[in-house]
């Protein structure tokens, strides 16, 4: 199996920060990453599909970049709103693994 | 609107099954594969694995082949996922999500969850 490594695994930031979450893959998962946003009680949501290609609906300060094993997700300008735990997700090879999770919280 | 509406949450006795729904509503059945994920307790995400509803077609993580069974009602648009010889372990959030068969990507939308617990 495809082992996803998030990093870091808790970060705390300032609303106005620009925030970056990590994601390595054990093995080339070419641009087939995606990333979530789980809320507290909340499913996940959908931010980022395919590496770089922003759901609709999702605020243009998240993007997403990377290929083959090393992944970013960045968020411009962190808003209160933004507070969640953050995951990745490879659907490159079965079976599809997601990363370990990132908690974000305002400093 | 499309919506996913799982059912509601399991007290089950260690070694007992339990049968989880999902049912789809708001687009065409179809259309979108259902795949199940698993989170426990304040952990990560687990995925399960797949079904075509269209086909019956199912694609499972070899970590869940002996404990999760899936199929589909077409005509009640529901999902279920079986939960077999229940442990401990099993205790956790489970969700239902959708990928579009034609390769819209996987979690526009979810169930609400279901939790199950398992114990005596």
């Known amino acids: 199996d495809i082992q996803m490594t998030q990093s870091p695994s808790f970060l705390s930031a300032s609303v106005g920060d620009r925030v970056t979450i990590n994601c390595k893959a054990s093995?080339?998962?070419?641009?087939?990453l995606n990333w979530y946003q789980q809320k507290l009680g909340e499913a996940p949501k959908l931010l980022i599909y395919?590496?770089?290609s922003l759901q609709t609906g999702i605020p243009s300060r998240f993007s997403g970049s990377g290929s083959g094993t090393d992944f970013t997700l960045t968020i411009s300008s962190l808003q209160p709103e933004d507070v969640a735990t953050y995951f990745c997700?490879?659907?490159?090879?079965?079976?599809?693994?997601f990363g370990g999770g990132t908690k974000l919280e305002l400093k | 609107q499309v919506n996913l509406l799982q059912s509601g949450a399991a007290l089950v006795k260690p070694g007992a099954s339990v049968k989880l729904s999902c049912k789809a509503s708001?687009?065409?059945?179809?259309?979108?594969?259902i795949h199940w994920v698993k989170q426990s307790h304040g952990k990560s995400l687990e995925w399960i694995g797949y079904?075509?509803?269209?086909?019956?077609?199912?694609n499972y993580n070899e970590k869940f082949k002996s404990k999760a069974t899936l199929t589909v009602d077409k005509s009640t648009n529901t999902a279920y996922m079986e939960l077999s010889r229940l442990t401990s372990e099993d205790s956790a959030t489970y969700y239902c999500?959708?990928?579009?068969?034609?390769?819209?990507?996987?979690?526009?939308?979810w169930g609400q969850g279901v939790m199950v617990t398992v114990s005596s």
């Open positions: 395919n590496a770089n």
């Open positions: 997700l490879q659907h490159n090879s079965w079976p599809w693994t």
């Open positions: 093995q080339n998962i070419n641009r087939y």
């Open positions: 079904i075509n509803p269209n086909s019956g077609y199912t």
């Open positions: 708001g687009y065409t059945f179809t259309d979108y594969y």
């Open positions: 999500t959708r990928r579009g068969i034609r390769g819209t990507p996987l979690g526009d939308y």
